[in-house]
């Protein structure tokens, strides 16, 4: 696991797009982990014939969950981003350079808990910050048995 380039990657261009309020980045980002965890699927797929009874079915699930993730970021997140990158294209709005942005994430804060401000992000805020946490936690305890 020290060489993950795909993640490496992608969470380079998350940090930049998100200091330079590019959403094009996201949509690479995103788009960069559909890659990575198809490959992982595939993998999942191509071992599933070796294992047996708990392990066959956790990867099983492990590649549900896979395809499940595949399909949210191919319909929901890549279109979202790709619509507020266009969006944001259209109005000619201007890109911060990295510093400015890091000054802006530095200095910039608005709470709210107006739910309209936050309809787009509540799907896969919800399942990265809950579900996929436990879930990877699920797989090294699952994976601890299998070895």
């Known amino acids: 696991m020290r060489h993950l380039p795909l993640a490496k990657t992608s969470n380079a261009i998350s940090w930049y797009a998100v200091l330079t309020t590019d959403y094009l980045g996201n949509a690479i980002e995103n788009s960069i982990w559909a890659v990575a965890f198809f490959a992982v699927g595939i993998g999942l797929c191509w071992l599933l014939p070796d294992f047996g009874g708990a392990g066959r079915a956790v990867l099983a699930v492990a ?3 896979i395809a499940g993730y595949l399909a949210f970021l191919m319909t929901v997140a890549v279109p979202m981003y790709l619509s507020r990158w266009r969006a944001k294209v259209a109005d ?3 890109l911060l350079g990295p510093l400015d942005g890091l000054r802006d994430v530095s200095t910039r804060w608005v709470v709210t808990h107006d739910l309209a401000e936050w309809k787009d ?26 070895i």
């Open 63 to 65: 590649i549900r969950g």
């Open 121 to 146: 992000e509540i799907a896969w805020m919800s399942l990265h910050f809950s579900v996929a946490v436990w879930l990877s936690l699920a797989l090294c305890v699952c994976y601890a048995f299998m």
């Open 92 to 94: 000619g709005a201007r």
